[in-house]
DNA sequence: CCAATAAATTAGTATTGACTAATGCATTAG
DNA sequence: CTAATGCATTAGTCAATACTAATTTATTGG
C-alpha cells in the first residue's frame, strides 16, 4: 500500500501539465471525433506516445473513445475539468472577477 | 538556446500540479500574510523545499512576498490564475455548466 | 488468404523534478 | 561582538515521466 490514490484536482492538473498532451486534448476538444491516427499526424510524437497520452487523458476522465472496426475515436468529456472547476471556484476567482461582465451580459439577454 | 519559454497555461498548471505546492498555494491563500518558517511548519517537508515551492508559485506569478527584517511574508495572487481562468473558459466549461445557477442567482440579487 | 493498417502495449532511455542535507547570507537578540 | 534565527540556494539522490522503437492484437482491403 504505496498507493495513497492521488485526488480528482490531482489527476485532472496533472493529465493537463505536460503541453503535448494538454495539445492533444484541445485537438479532441475541437473535434467532434477524432482517430488516434489522425491526432498523431502533425502530433510531432510517436503514435505511441499518442495512445499513452490518450490514456492519461482518459484516466481523468477527460476524454473518452468508440471503437470502430479498426479505428478508435476519442471525443473530449468536458466534465472531467469538475475538479479543477470546482477547485478553482472554491478559491473566488470567478465570480468575483467575471460578475461584472456576466450581469451585463445577461441583462442584454433577459433585460 | 535549447529554451522556448513555456506558455502562461503551462506555467501556472504546473505549478498547481504537485499536490504538495498546491498545499502550500492553498495555505497562503488561507492566510492574509504567512511566513516561511509558519508555512513550513506541519508541511511535512524541509524548509528548503518550501522556498523552493514558493519560488515556482512566485514565477508563475501565484504569489507575491514581502520581506520584513529576517522574515519573508507571502500573500497570494490570484490574478496570477488568469491564465489558467482563461484556458478553461475558451473551453466553455464554465458558462455552460453554470449559467443557469448564475441566472437564478442574479434573478435574487436584481429581479 | 495475405498484406496492410490502426491502435495499444512493452522495454529501454534520457530528462525532469521533488526532496534532503548542507551551506550561505542577512538580520536580530543578548 | 557573537549566537541564533529566517530564508534562499546548492549539490546530490531517487523516482516519475515523456519519449522512441519494436512488438502484439485486431480488423479490413485486394
Same mark, same amino acid.
Given at each position: 500500500?504505496? =498507493?495513497? %490514490?492521488?485526488? *480528482?484536482?490531482?489527476?485532472?492538473?496533472? %493529465?493537463? %501539465?505536460? *503541453?503535448?498532451?494538454?495539445? @492533444?486534448?484541445?485537438? @479532441?476538444?475541437?473535434?467532434? =471525433?477524432?482517430?488516434? !491516427? =489522425?491526432?498523431?499526424?502533425?502530433?510531432?510524437?510517436?503514435?505511441?506516445?499518442?495512445?499513452? $497520452?490518450?490514456?492519461?487523458l482518459k484516466q481523468a476522465g477527460?476524454?473518452? =473513445?468508440? %471503437?470502430?472496426?479498426?479505428?478508435? &475515436? &476519442?471525443? !473530449?468529456? *468536458?466534465?472531467?475539468?469538475?475538479?479543477? @472547476?470546482?477547485?478553482?471556484? $472554491?478559491?473566488?476567482v470567478f465570480w468575483r472577477e467575471?460578475?461584472?461582465?456576466?450581469?451585463?451580459?445577461?441583462?442584454?439577454?433577459? *433585460?
Amino acid at each position: 500500500m504505496i =498507493e495513497a %490514490a492521488p485526488n *480528482p484536482v490531482t489527476t485532472v492538473i496533472r %493529465a493537463l %501539465a505536460d *503541453p503535448t498532451r494538454r495539445a @492533444v486534448f484541445e485537438r @479532441v476538444f475541437e473535434s467532434t =471525433e477524432i482517430s488516434v !491516427a =489522425e491526432l498523431t499526424r502533425g502530433s510531432g510524437v510517436t503514435q505511441g506516445a499518442i495512445s499513452q $497520452h490518450l490514456k492519461s487523458l482518459k484516466q481523468a476522465g477527460l476524454v473518452a =473513445e468508440r %471503437a470502430e472496426g479498426r479505428n478508435v &475515436y &476519442y471525443r !473530449a468529456a *468536458p466534465q472531467g475539468l469538475e475538479p479543477l @472547476v470546482s477547485w478553482m471556484d $472554491h478559491y473566488g476567482v470567478f465570480w468575483r472577477e467575471r460578475f461584472q461582465n456576466l450581469r451585463d451580459l445577461l441583462k442584454e439577454i433577459d *433585460p
